[in-house]
């Protein structure tokens, strides 16, 4: 079974450029995260989907960032404009049988000059 | 107060050592206890998850959790160099139609040869 796909692995952009990020939940997994990893911290949780439903975004800054899963599948994450403190690990996840289980991708890491 | 306090380390073991990873936590709504391994430019992984006071064991691994206390422990036991890596303390609670899942900052395991 394959896992949680990411891509790209890594992004150097300048500030004030925008970025997006892509992922591939496992296969059957109708539940997605996207969670931010700032350096030394654990990830913090930005959105969470059901199949198309962002049903938790508060912790998304909406002001430039965005996020959409038009057909319950695969998702991408967008910042526009990036921001120095927007440098990170950007996390997608998907859920197994419970929301305690989730099987996280390999990050995205993002470094804004 | 940070809901969930894990100390960073770094926590540097000789192999064959029982290793000792802690954390403490403020919010009694949590219900569910998770440990996450994550390897270098890796995702998190989940490795232990319970939701009862006492211990669960898992080959090398027990997972220890305290209610009372509000503070859970995860044991290795003969680590291994391949243990080395940064391990996640991770909180949830689920209510309301939510579900929030905390985690910890990670402490980081080097196990030496």
């Known amino acids: 079974e394959a896992g949680v796909v990411q891509s790209p692995r890594y992004k150097i952009i300048e500030k004030k450029q925008p970025v997006a990020f892509w992922c591939n939940p496992i296969?059957?997994?109708?539940?997605l995260y996207w969670y931010r990893q700032n350096l030394g911290q654990g990830p913090e949780l930005l959105i969470r989907y059901e199949n198309e439903e962002a049903v938790d975004d508060s912790q998304l800054p909406k002001d430039r960032f965005s996020a959409e899963r038009l057909k319950g599948v695969d998702s991408t994450l967008k910042i526009q404009p990036a921001e120095l403190g927007d440098s990170a690990v950007y996390l997608c996840?998907?859920?197994?049988?419970?929301?305690?289980?989730?099987?996280f991708g390999p990050g995205t890491r993002l470094t804004v000059l | 107060q940070k809901e969930v306090e894990q100390d960073p380390g770094p926590l540097s073991v000789p192999e064959g050592a029982i290793v000792s990873l802690n954390c403490t936590y403020s919010?009694?709504?949590?219900?569910?206890f998770m440990w996450y391994r994550q390897y270098s430019r890796k995702g998190p992984e989940l490795l232990m998850y319970t939701y009862s006071s006492g211990n669960k064991e898992d080959g090398r691994f027990t997972a220890q959790v305290d209610k009372s206390s509000k503070y859970i422990s995860l044991f290795i036991r003969d680590s291994q160099p391949s243990d080395s890596a940064t391990y996640l303390c991770?909180?949830?609670?689920?209510?309301?139609?939510?579900?929030?899942?905390?985690f910890g900052k990670g402490t980081k395991l080097s196990v030496i040869p």
């Open positions: 919010n009694s709504a949590f219900q569910y």
């Open positions: 996840a998907s859920r197994g049988q419970t929301d305690n289980e989730q099987f």
């Open positions: 296969s059957g997994h109708n539940t």
């Open positions: 991770a909180m949830g609670y689920s209510g309301a139609g939510s579900y929030q899942l905390t």
